[in-house]
């Protein structure tokens, strides 16, 4: 038997909002768009889908927990850019991020910087 990763699903408020979040900053395409429900296609990766918080909960029978605003999830998106990753950390900013921690070599050896998506959702930017 084998297992393979095929979509990672994020709970969030408002499905527009995630959607053009994250189309606008990575260019990830929308492959379904069922309003509670968007799924967006990565170059090179599994899918991302973004369910809205009450229809994530109907799947799982449990509500989905919210992060406080001093709070983030306890899960991470982390994502290997290109190009100038100061660049990256100002177009995050603009587009709603809150930077949780400046890009710095990790122990591992990327280049890492931490966001707070506006849903709390970790998303790291690395590069090598």
């Known amino acids: 038997m084998t297992a ?7 709970a969030v408020d408002d499905v527009a909002r995630a959607r053009d979040f994250y189309t606008g900053l990575f260019g990830w ?9 968007v799924q967006l296609s990565l170059r090179g990766g599994p899918d991302v889908g973004l369910y809205q918080r009450a229809g994530f909960a109907v799947n799982t029978g449990l509500p989905a927990a ?18 100038d990753l100061d660049g990256w950390v100002d177009q995050m900013v603009a587009a709603g991020a809150t930077l949780l921690s400046k890009p ?12 707070r998506d506006p849903d709390g959702h970790v998303v ?3 590069t090598s």
Do not use: M
């Open 104 to 115: 710095q070599r990790r122990g591992w050896g990327d280049v890492v910087a931490y966001f």
């Open 4 to 10: 393979s990763l095929s979509i990672v699903i994020l």
């Open 66 to 83: 919210r992060s406080g605003t001093d709070e983030t999830t306890a899960a991470e998106l982390y994502l290997s850019v290109d190009g």
């Open 29 to 37: 395409t929308v492959r379904v768009d069922a309003g509670v429900f």
């Open 124 to 126: 790291a930017l690395a």
